[in-house]
């Protein structure tokens, strides 16, 4: 590692103005950070500990939103009451990452700001426009196996590793961000960019800027919501394709869904091809195999990695039928 300067903030306004240089970088479960660190892909300069932050409460609001804290160790939000009731999808996108000692440390906020497992990305002696703005993209004519489908762009084709945040993207999740400037709300969907032009930049964060919460909405058929995770080995590995899905059924119809999609994508994506393709529709096969073929559709394969659009779909049909079967 090369060296740092280490700050315990002892409050929100002590954390953001610790970490107003470009070169400073918040220190939650450290699980991405730290082992980015070590492969000198991260080099902060200042390390702002926020461990010691009041951001742990998992509270209802009075509108039937779920506030969670930005230091709310993914363990126990797994296994909180409220989100094993009501987004079933959301608990078992977590408990479907890492290991349990990892969900034991990390964090809400740290995990919307994982960065990508690409091997290029994480080897200093390899060309990536991620890490090294303008240096290239080793991965187009690389190894891209577990690379990206959707949302690519000429400059980077890496996957978002996140489950958790693909279960947000399909419950309307909305991030709560406090800067010098004052507080805003994100839609957890804008709050991660495409890579475009400059894959360098990968959320809507400002320097300084601090994750304090994620509101959940009610959503009143999110207990009828199924994640499916599809990877290369039983745990501890990253998906290849992931689907995260919520169905309101009716009299022979499916009044309204939620769908975003996993392990393909350059940030969580949510399909709203694939929810226009179910709504006014009966829950058959028919019908889930249809927005499967909508999600896709923009699919764009590289050497490798064109089985995850085949994949995908498969994920994405298995995870509404389980849904449809919910009662």
Not at 4 to 11: K, L, P, Q, R, T
Not at 45 to 65: A, C, F, M, S
Not at 167 to 188: E, F, K, N, Q
Not at 297 to 310: L, S
Request: proline residues 5%; neutral net charge; hydrophobic residues 45%.
């Amino acid at each position: 590692m090369h060296p740092f300067h280490y700050v315990a903030a002892v409050d929100e306004a002590s954390a953001r103005e610790a970490a107003q240089r470009p070169d400073a970088r918040f220190l939650a479960g450290g699980t991405t950070l730290v082992d980015l660190m070590k492969l000198h892909v991260e080099q902060p300069r200042v390390l702002v500990d926020v461990n010691g932050l009041p951001l742990t409460g998992i509270d209802e609001q009075e509108d039937g939103t779920v506030r969670v804290g930005a230091m709310v160790r993914n363990s126990d939000l797994a296994h909180h009451v409220l989100i094993r009731s009501r987004y079933p999808v959301l608990a078992q996108a977590i408990l479907a990452g890492a290991s349990a000692q990892v969900r034991n440390m990390a964090t809400t906020g740290g995990n919307l700001l994982q960065r990508t497992r690409c091997y290029y990305f994480r080897d200093t002696a390899e060309a990536c426009n991620k890490r090294e703005p303008g240096s290239g993209c080793a991965a187009l004519d690389g190894c891209n196996r577990i690379h990206a489908v959707l949302g690519t762009s000429d400059h980077c084709i890496a996957t978002h590793p996140s489950d958790m945040c693909v279960a947000l993207a399909a419950l309307d999740a909305l991030v709560h961000i406090a800067g010098a400037r004052g507080s805003r709300v994100v839609p957890l969907i804008d709050f991660h960019l495409l890579p475009g032009d400059d894959p360098e930049r990968e959320t809507v964060l400002a320097a300084g800027e601090l994750i304090t919460a994620v509101d959940v909405p009610p959503l009143a058929y999110g207990r009828r919501s199924v994640y499916v995770k599809v990877r290369d080995r039983a745990s501890y590995a990253f998906a290849l394709a992931s689907a995260a899905v919520a169905l309101d059924l009716g009299p022979g119809a499916i009044v309204d869904a939620r769908v975003a999609l996993g392990g393909i994508a350059t940030k969580p994506w949510r399909s709203r091809e694939a929810e226009l393709a179910l709504i006014g529709k009966a829950p058959t096969a028919a019908t889930f195999c249809a927005a499967a073929e909508a999600a896709l559709e923009e699919a764009v394969p590289r050497r490798h990695n064109a089985f995850k659009i085949a994949l995908a779909k498969r994920t994405l049909v298995r995870a509404l039928t389980r849904a449809g079967a919910l009662r």
